[in-house]
Nanobody
Framework: QVQLVESGGGLVQAGDSMRVSCVAS????????MGWFRQAPGKKREFVAT????????IYANSVKGRFTASRDNAKSTVYLQMSSLEPEDTAAYYC?????????????????????WGQGTQVTVSS
């Protein structure tokens, strides 16, 4: 089993930056594809970013492209989501997810059904 623990959420003002982190354990981290998703109250969970395999280029949702940066530190078994120019619309619980499955087409990792394990989530609230 893979355990995922997110941290770094909180309350910020519009325009601020924040970084959330997710530490994975229980499985070789370099064998995991990692994703970030978010869910706002009353809305469906949506894709934010993914880094497939141990070193693929990140893929971003259009809504965060140019503002968010996903990265991973394989030595620390950690994936990060650096968020800049935050907007009230970014307010949500942010979840990291891990997949043991290999898909040659990395855009499949934009779908939450590609993931096997989920963290508990960390709340990000952006005030206007």
């Amino acid at each position: 089993q893979v355990q995922l623990v997110e941290s770094g959420g909180g309350l910020v003002q519009a325009g601020d930056s924040m970084r959330v982190s997710c530490v994975a354990s229980g499985f070789p981290f370099t064998a995991l594809s990692m994703g970030w998703f978010r869910q706002a109250p009353g809305k469906k969970r949506e894709f934010v970013a993914t880094i497939a395999y141990s070193d693929a280029n990140p893929i971003y949702a259009n809504s965060v492209k140019g503002r968010f940066t996903a990265s991973r530190d394989n030595a620390k078994s950690t994936v990060y989501l650096q968020m800049s120019s935050l907007e009230p619309e970014d307010t949500a619980a942010y979840y990291c997810a891990a997949s043991k499955r290999y898909y040659a087409a990395t855009d499949i990792y934009m779908d939450d059904t590609a993931y096997d394990f989920w963290g508990q989530g960390t709340q990000v609230t952006v005030s206007s």
